[in-house]
C-alpha cells in the first residue's frame, strides 16, 4: 500500500495502534521516531483492516431493536480485480435484492478492502 492511500486512511480515522505493523515516517520531523507519533502512518494488514470494516459493522441510525433485526455481509473477491463488497440491510424482511452493496476496488486484497474503508467512512 502506498503513502498517499495510508494517509487518507489515517485521516478517516483508521486506528493508528502499533501492533507490530510498518510505519510510513517522515524523518525530516522531530517526533519521527516514535510510531504512535502525528508524522507516522500506520501500513495496516489485511485483517486489520477487514475487522475495522466489520462484517458485524452497526449503522449507527438505527436504534437497538432495529439494530437485532440488521443483517449485514462482507465479501472479499477477483474479477478483474479485487473488490471488498459491504451490503446492510434495515430488516432481515426486506427483499436483499434491492440492498446496494459499498464496494472498494483495488490491484490487491489490502488495497480493495482500505478503498471499501473509505467508502464506508465518507
Known sequence: MDYQLCKKLKD???????NGNIFYCNRDLPDSNNKGSKSCIKVPTLSELIQECGATRIAPN???KEQKLAEHYFRLGIGDEWYA?????ESVV????????IIGWGITPEIAVANLYL???K
Open 94 to 101: 426486506i427483499n436483499k435484492a434491492t440492498a446496494l452493496p
Open 119 to 121: 467508502e464506508l467512512n
Open 12 to 18: 478517516a480515522g483508521f486506528p493508528q495502534e502499533d
Open 85 to 89: 463488497e459491504y451490503k446492510f440491510y
Open 62 to 64: 438505527l436504534n437497538t
